[in-house]
């Protein structure tokens, strides 16, 4: 049995501070009484306020319709304890698969969206869609994050970053470099 | 003196080998006959072929209305040994500044682009704005990479990847899960 993290509730506009670092997720969506998983990598942040995270997922993806469908989904932050699961997650397809099941993962309760998070993650994003425009050209998914919840510790969570081909870094080593920003900036 | 990198061709098709961990970049422009550089962290790959990437740019940079005119600019990937040039750029304003000069950095000349490269940063990627469409609304902007150069060596650069507040994460170990992959996911 892997860790379930006790979160808290976090700021909206500091969860830059898990997603702008570039980590893979774990994104669970839930649609017509069904949960599914996907593991996703290709995100990025795109405002503070309101908390504005774009993403990309693939028609391949069964997920891809539970999500178009429901509007909503939840951005699951992994630690390295959890790499067997990421890449069982994508290399696995959800159709007939209870994916929380078979890769023992535990289903909590979202508080604002359908889709539940995943407690063996240390930080879990509600999100609604915020603009679909570019669904049909890109499948690309501009969602307002809604509610925050992050474990208080680890401070410097062991992320996932995925290299392509089967390669991974581990998030390394921290550096403060605050002394060196201007005030305004940080 | 930094190491200045002899960079190499590199397949477009794998550029998110580099790109989709989330490093900090240093994006390079030119307009008018003026080159600027400014520091970026929310963006993230979108398609493999033809390679497209997505950035956000915000208004208050410089460097917008040069790459919003130009169409053009050149995202360089740095490694941690350019920390102190990554928040120096970050934390100062390009109008009359010249930031090659300023932060002891290396013009060399694209091949498809007028914006140049870095020579300190290991990789460098040549892009040409692909939509421009949600650019008035999010400031974002779709780049196709028209030409890729990354240096042989290092195989795992140290990335800087910002959290926020000051903070960095510096690429760590890298762990290779190749045979937990289903062949047509590698």
Not at 74 to 94: C, F, K, M, Q, R
Not at 140 to 152: G, N, R, S
Request: hydrophobic share 40%; glycine share 8%; proline share 5%.
């Amino acid at each position: 049995m892997k860790k379930i993290y006790a979160k808290k509730d976090y700021p909206l506009d500091q969860i830059r501070r898990h997603l702008e670092p570039g980590p893979i997720v774990l994104v669970t969506s839930h649609w017509q009484g069904r949960d599914n998983i996907m593991t996703m990598g290709w995100h990025m942040m795109m405002e503070f306020t309101p908390a504005l995270f774009g993403c990309l997922i693939s028609t391949i993806d069964h997920s891809f319709e539970m999500i178009r469908k429901s509007k909503e989904c939840v951005i699951n932050v992994p630690t390295v304890d959890l790499a067997d699961e990421v890449v069982g997650i994508g290399n696995s397809h959800g159709t007939r698969l209870d994916k929380f099941r078979k890769f023992g993962l535990t289903r909590v309760a979202a508080e604002e969206v359908g889709a539940p998070l995943i407690g063996e993650c240390y930080a879990s994003f509600e999100c609604r869609l915020h603009d679909g425009s570019l669904i049909p050209k890109y499948n690309f998914f501009i969602w307002e994050v809604v509610k925050a919840h992050v474990a208080a510790s680890p401070k410097y969570p062991k992320t996932l970053h995925y290299r392509g081909a089967g390669e991974f870094m581990v998030a390394g080593r921290a550096i403060d470099l605050r002394e060196k920003f201007k005030k305004q900036n940080l």
